[in-house]
């Protein structure tokens, strides 16, 4: 299993924007699809985006169309998570995910938290109205 690490999350007001990124250990980050999700107080974990291992394809839920943008760098092992335009419903904490796994696909099955072998410790990201 490979160490996740986000940052980046915290307190903004609504309209507002944050930037999360989640580092990974591994070199061999390049391989893999990335995710991120997030789990608001007393509901379950729900997919938000992810990226393919090239960075050549991604995936959102429809909540976050148009206002987040996932992107990643395979130099720094790092993927981001751009988020504009945030709203009070954007509350909850966020989490990076890794698919390490082969064969290696890219698809709606991304949007899947059993897909994913490797969680970050997660990072808060409160949205104030």
């Known amino acids: 299993q490979v160490q996740l690490v986000e940052s980046g999350g915290g307190l903004v007001q609504a309209g507002g924007s944050l930037r999360l990124s989640c580092a990974a250990s591994?070199?061999?980050?390049?391989?893999?699809?990335m995710g991120w999700f997030r789990q608001a107080p007393g509901k379950e974990r729900e997919f938000v985006a992810a990226?393919?291992?090239?960075?050549?394809?991604?995936y959102y839920a429809e909540s976050v169309k148009g206002r987040f943008t996932i992107s990643r760098d395979n130099v720094k092992n790092t993927v981001y998570l751009e988020m504009n335009t945030l709203k009070p419903e954007d509350t909850a904490v966020y989490y990076c995910?890794?698919?390490?796994?082969?064969?290696?696909?890219?698809?709606?099955?991304?949007?899947?938290?059993?897909?994913?072998?490797?969680w970050g410790q997660g990072t808060q990201v409160t949205v104030s109205s």
């Open positions: 990226i393919s291992w090239s960075g050549g394809s991604t």
């Open positions: 995910a890794a698919y390490t796994s082969t064969p290696i696909f890219f698809d709606q099955r991304m949007g899947q938290p059993a897909r994913y072998d490797s």
């Open positions: 591994e070199r061999t980050f390049s391989n893999w699809n």
